[in-house]
């Protein structure tokens, strides 16, 4: 049987960026089912113009160093590119863009091209430890889009995963087989209905990450949305807020790596506590609201907030996990992906299918505020023949003041966040 030809990338790039071509090739070339081609093969005396010509026509994709160097050469601008895109037109030619410096690739038109690392984290911002570790990450991006699992041929992007899934049972192996080889998998923290979590240690940067390995092939109907969502909760820095530091995509099974935050979750504690006193509640409940708040203001929203999204670390501080699981979330219209929790932890509107707002985040953080105060939830439904009578319940301001033992000032601020008509809530989550 003959050997599979190589993949072959083209790679354009300005000159004076000749350093972090060079620093892309020693990872690259180890792969041996990779062959990149740049300018540099092409001998004294050749003619560049048919060499390059050549090399787009053999190309399996394209590989973008993009800087404003790159952006305003006019060489690239005048040759390269429109070759690129009309061969990305007709041929389906991948184009994979790489940031290498600061620059205006908004208007340009490569824009609405591929990046497979942070536009707003450019090479050369990065220091020499996190440089390796974005390139390490660019390799792995790269070979699971354009290699199959045993590296015999080109696949297409994850969008053929719909509908797949990976048993339990089968998760953890198929994870340590798939992930990159600086990423240490320690223990399974928990498992819920659509993901399990583990503890993994990031040999590279010498950290603890949480890994979030998802059951589903798929995670949603646009599998670009949901990556485009976790480019932007990454983008959130608030010490309420775990981090999230990649996603993976194109291969089973998907996962998310992000901070990893040593504590207990706020379910644990209040299964084990019951009410908690209002002090610590309300301390929860405003640091919180505080990076709820912080996150509307970059225009996203969590819509999943419940106990077991919040982790408290050791110094007793409140952190919300799972931003990243927003697009991801099980569609109102897929019940029979949705556990019994997803149902009790939704926004009515939300469960009528209307559009998720910051006023969601509030209704589901007066939930939380409610079980911290009454060690139960306010929707209690203990099965799904309970559900519906649990789901038509209202809040009223003596059974707020008599379960969460509070003042009725508070019940009534609890009431107000529980309203089932969105626009009778506070304007955001700050004036609560």
């Known amino acids: 049987m003959p050997a599979q030809r190589p993949i072959r990338l083209f790679v354009s790039y300005s000159h004076r960026d000749e350093k972090y071509l060079e620093e892309l090739r ?4 180890v792969d041996r089912r990779l062959d990149l081609w740049s300018d540099e093969r092409i001998e004294a005396g050749e003619d560049w113009r048919e060499e390059i010509r050549s090399a787009l026509a053999d190309a399996d994709a394209a590989i973008l160093l993009v800087s404003q160097d790159f952006l305003s050469s006019e060489f690239i601008r005048n040759h390269e590119l429109p070759t690129l895109l009309e061969s990305a037109k007709r041929k389906r030619l991948r184009l994979l863009l790489i ?3 600061a620059s205006t690739w908004r208007s340009a038109v490569i824009e609405r091209f591929q990046w497979i ?3 707003a984290r450019p090479l050369k911002k990065l220091k020499s430890a996190a440089r390796e570790q974005a390139l390490v990450e660019i390799n792995q991006q790269i070979v699971n889009l354009l290699l199959d699992k045993k590296g015999k041929g080109k696949t297409e992007p994850s969008r053929e995963l719909a509908g797949l899934s990976i048993s339990s049972s089968d998760l953890e192996q198929t994870l340590r087989e798939t992930l990159p080889c600086h990423y240490e998998l320690l223990r399974e923290v928990t498992r819920g209905p659509h993901a399990t979590i583990f503890e993994a240690h990031d040999t590279l940067l010498g950290r603890p990450v949480a890994i979030k390995a998802f059951h589903q092939g798929e995670l ?5 949305l949901y990556e485009w969502y976790v480019r932007s909760t990454a983008g959130l820095k608030h010490r309420s807020i775990c981090s999230v530091y ?6 089973l099974p998907n996962y998310v790596v992000t901070e990893f935050v040593a504590g207990e979750s706020l379910a644990s504690i209040i299964a084990r506590e019951g009410r908690l006193p209002l002090e610590r509640a309300l301390d929860y409940f405003s640091k919180i609201g505080d990076a709820l708040e912080y996150a509307h203001h970059r225009g996203l929203v969590h ?3 419940r106990p077991t999204h919040i982790i408290v670390d050791a110094e007793d501080h409140p952190v919300i996990s799972g931003f990243h699981a927003t697009v991801s979330a099980p569609s109102v219209d897929r019940e029979d992906q949705m556990s019994l929790e997803d149902q009790m932890y939704m926004a009515p509107e939300t469960r009528d299918g209307k559009p998720v707002t910051a006023a969601s985040d509030q209704y589901l953080l007066g939930l939380l505020l409610y079980e911290m105060l009454a060690g139960k939830p306010f929707i209690a439904a203990t ?11 209202v809040a009223a301001p003596g059974d707020i003041d008599e379960h969460c033992g509070c003042a009725t000032e508070l019940g009534a601020v609890i009431q107000r966040m529980l309203a089932r008509d969105p626009a009778a809530r506070y304007p955001s989550v700050a004036t609560a």
């Not at 020693?26 to 070339?29: A, N, R």
């Not at 949603?220 to 670009?224: A, C, F, G, K, V």
């Open 26 to 29: 020693k990872y690259l070339e």
């Open 99 to 101: 940031p290498v410096g």
């Open 117 to 119: 690392h942070d536009p």
């Open 220 to 224: 949603s109907e646009d599998s670009t």
């Open 246 to 251: 990649s996603v993976h995509l194109q291969r």
């Open 303 to 305: 819509n999943r907030l």
């Open 383 to 393: 099965s799904w023949g309970d559900l519906p009578m649990q789901l038509s319940k």
